[in-house]
């Protein structure tokens, strides 16, 4: 990955997002069967993935403004992993609820906090060539895949109860990995500031933002009980794991296209893509969980609900703030979209999975994905008129 003007740390970024990704995929997929195995409830398990959800709501901009006032973006990320690991130690402490509510509010404030971070980061190293962000990003989605296949298999053998040392491990690989990764060098003329609020007041700023935001709740129902609404028709460990990764190696195809796709297509027509495939795909999911070749498909959705709609999120984020905003502008992607809508997600699938069931809970994250689309539906406007930082195109 050289020949270009300035030296890429490519294969140091992509091991960085192998191992980050390693613990995404413990978490994501497998934390509701250990709320379960401790004796939680559905309604208790949607609060608790709520509350290491809502971590991403403030922490992420805090963070953000930290490292693009002092401009030491990989020592913050090193110091925020030492905190993460810290608390996250604290599951091994017996407190019930309110004491696992609190190591799980610890840890997400620091854990969260760093993943905006990290991609600027990249984006810093990538500015002289942004194309290859997803090139490298699909190294997290395949240590997801790798993680979430080793884990499948070995809950069937050994039961929920090892997930907190494996992730406990996987923390101590991604801070290990944090410390061969530098900050980029500063090679940009500065230009002139613009405040943050004048980037944030812009209509398609505030479109982009609400429409995430929108497409992250609706994967509510997904992310906080896939894996639990799996085992109750009888899928092993294995194949719960396996479905997983065919989602996330459809990411990973996504990911070795989208520098083609961003060439070729509007960022807005990407994400309205993104974020109809969504609604299709809850709806297939809550109808169809009998119908194996029919979660298949749905699982092979994910490249546009999340590979697709995640690349070309990162990039209007990249077109809309300046470098000297691009840790905020990043952190208030993971805030808005990312912390608040996970949090709104896992909050109304776990009041509405006992009352209106799967089925319900699913439909219900459709209409969600239908609202962003909504909002993005084609204008009758200019695709040129002006949307960010004087070399923005309207995502309209």
């Not at 006032?69 to 608390?87: N, T």
């Not at 004491?99 to 810093?124: D, I, K, R």
């Not at 796709?261 to 299709?280: I, Q, T």
């Not at 691009?326 to 805030?335: D, I, M, T």
Request: hydrophobic fraction near 50%; aromatic fraction near 14%.
């Amino acid at each position: 990955m050289s020949g270009s003007q300035h030296s890429l740390p490519y294969w140091r970024l992509s091991g960085f997002y192998f191992v980050w990704a390693v613990v995404i995929g413990a978490l994501l997929p497998y934390w509701s069967l250990y709320l379960k195995h401790l004796g939680y409830d559905e309604r208790a398990i949607g609060l608790l993935s709520a509350t290491l959800a809502a971590t991403q709501v403030v922490a992420p901009f805090l963070w953000g403004y930290l490292a693009d006032r002092c401009g030491r973006r990989a020592s913050l990320i090193r110091a925020g992993l030492w905190l993460a690991l810290f608390c996250f130690g604290g599951v091994y402490f017996e407190g019930g609820g309110a004491w696992l509510a609190l190591v799980l509010f610890g840890f997400g404030s620091f854990w969260n906090a760093m993943a905006p971070q990290l991609e600027a980061l990249t984006l810093g190293h990538l500015r002289h060539q942004p194309d290859r962000y997803s090139l490298i990003r699909l190294w997290g989605s395949i240590g997801f895949i790798a993680s979430v296949l080793l884990l499948g298999g070995l809950l069937d053998h050994t039961g929920p109860a090892i997930l907190p040392a494996y992730i406990l491990v996987g923390l101590g690989l991604t801070l290990l990995a944090s410390y061969s990764v530098n900050d980029p060098a500063t090679d940009v003329p500065p230009a002139q500031r613009l405040p943050l609020m004048t980037v944030l007041k812009r209509p398609p700023v505030l479109t982009f933002f609400v429409t995430g935001l929108l497409m992250h709740a609706s994967h509510g129902p997904y992310n906080t009980f896939y894996s639990l609404y799996l085992r109750e028709h009888d899928y092993s460990g294995l194949s719960i794991g396996l479905l997983w990764s065919l989602g996330t190696a459809a990411e990973v195809g996504i990911f070795l296209l989208m520098h083609r796709c961003l060439a070729r297509f509007e960022l807005r027509r990407l994400l309205l893509f993104s974020l109809l495939a969504a609604a299709m795909r809850w709806s297939l999911i809550g109808a169809f969980a009998d119908q194996l070749a029919v979660l298949i498909f749905a699982q092979c959705l994910h490249a546009a609900t999340f590979g697709c709609f995640h690349a070309a999120a990162i990039e209007s984020i990249r077109r809309h703030f300046q470098p000297s905003l691009a840790g905020q502008g990043q952190a208030l992607y993971y805030c808005v979209c990312v912390g608040i809508g996970t949090s709104v997600g896992a909050l109304y699938s776990g009041l509405l999975w006992p009352l209106a069931g799967p089925v319900g809970t699913f439909v219900a994250a459709s209409l969600l994905a239908l609202a962003g689309a909504w909002l993005f539906r084609p204008q009758h406007r200019s695709a040129r008129a002006d949307a960010g930082c004087g070399e923005v195109p309207d995502l309209h």
